[in-house]
């Protein structure tokens, strides 16, 4: 995705771009046999400047599927953003490649982060039976 559009091939770009958004995009692939969704801000791809994790989160309350975030993961902190928002996972490609992200550390990270909301999911599911 670039600015919140599909990134198609050139001779289909013109006729196509301006009409569909990413959100209506993930929308429609939701509907198909799929086990998650990937959404690659590629502008953001391989510059090692941070996630879209708002555009990346709002495609994931939009649809039932595991969104899968991609482009710009480098740090824990991303990681962690990711994590916070519910997103099923993140692609991190340079930033491993270049030393800058520690693989073991961040899926410890994600792990913990889920493991709090799965935590605090539970909190609020008991208070809600006991309140009903």
Known sequence: MRD????????????????????DLARRCA???LAAII????SRDGMLQGPNVEATAEIAAAVRLPVIASGGVTTLEDVARLAGRGLAGCIVGRALYEGR??????IA????????RDTKDTEKTETAKRKG
């Open 31 to 33: 509907e198909w046999p």
């Open 109 to 116: 990270l994600a792990k913990n982060q889920l493991n709090h």
């Open 4 to 23: 919140g559009l599909p990134a198609l091939p050139r001779p289909r770009r013109a006729r196509h771009r301006r009409a569909c958004k990413a959100i």
């Open 39 to 42: 959404y690659t801000d590629i």
């Open 101 to 106: 992200l520690d693989l073991a550390a961040a």
